[in-house]
């Protein structure tokens, strides 16, 4: 898809389909003398055998037109995730801080890398992180989407017990591909 905006219009289109009807234009040129109308010394059976030769050239053309733009559309699918791929990555934060643990929700506020964030944890566990703060720290997928970094799959890495409590926006493989593909590299 491309925009074009110098004379302050968008125009898109679809790459695969441009690329279909390209090779379409183009390799149908060479069969310009069998899609003419019926020449005035051309029998009717003559004509009709030509348009039949015609219809079976041309709709092999329409499977290798298809066939060329789907293998197109695939390479820069596959460039693209890999471009994609390359911004993502494992990272770990320190907490900044606690807040007030609520034992009623089992709720525990926190900071990490400038942002709040709250897990559910129960009493033990919340002692725990109050007591070795310092050693807890964040668990995290950063990656860059339409050139925003962006955080997902959080989990709070409790310092005793190693446990994850995850927290935050978590995305499946099957929700990103990509995603799918980072993690059983890693």
């Known amino acids: 898809m491309n925009m074009c905006i110098s004379d302050k219009t968008a125009k898109f289109w679809n790459i695969n389909e441009y690329v279909y009807f390209e090779c379409m234009k183009e390799k ?3 069969m310009q003398d069998l899609a003419k ?6 029998t009717t059976e003559m004509y009709e055998k030509r348009m039949r030769e015609y219809d079976i050239k041309k709709s092999a053309l329409i499977t290798e037109c298809a066939r060329e733009a789907e293998i197109i559309r695939k390479a820069q699918q596959e460039e693209l995730e890999k471009k994609m791929l390359s911004t993502y990555a494992f990272v770990y ?4 801080g606690l ?6 929700s089992q709720e525990y506020p926190f900071t990490f890398n400038g942002t ?18 310092t050693k807890a720290k964040v668990k995290a997928i950063k990656r860059v ?8 799959n959080m989990e709070l890495i409790l310092p005793v017990s190693g446990k994850s409590v995850p927290f935050g926006k978590h995305i499946t493989p099957a ?12």
Do not use: C
């Not at 709040?116 to 703060?133: E, F, H, P, Q, W």
């Not at 929700?175 to 890693?186: I, M, S």
């Open 28 to 30: 149908t040129r060479a």
């Open 37 to 42: 109308p019926k020449g005035e010394f051309e």
């Open 93 to 96: 934060f320190p907490l900044q």
């Open 99 to 104: 807040g007030t643990y609520n034992a009623d």
């Open 116 to 133: 709040n964030g709250i897990v559910k944890l129960g009493l033990d566990d919340a002692k725990s992180l109050k007591a070795d703060m």
């Open 145 to 152: 989407v339409n050139g925003t970094t962006e955080y997902i």
């Open 175 to 186: 929700e990103d591909n990509v995603l799918g593909k980072f993690l059983q590299n890693h």
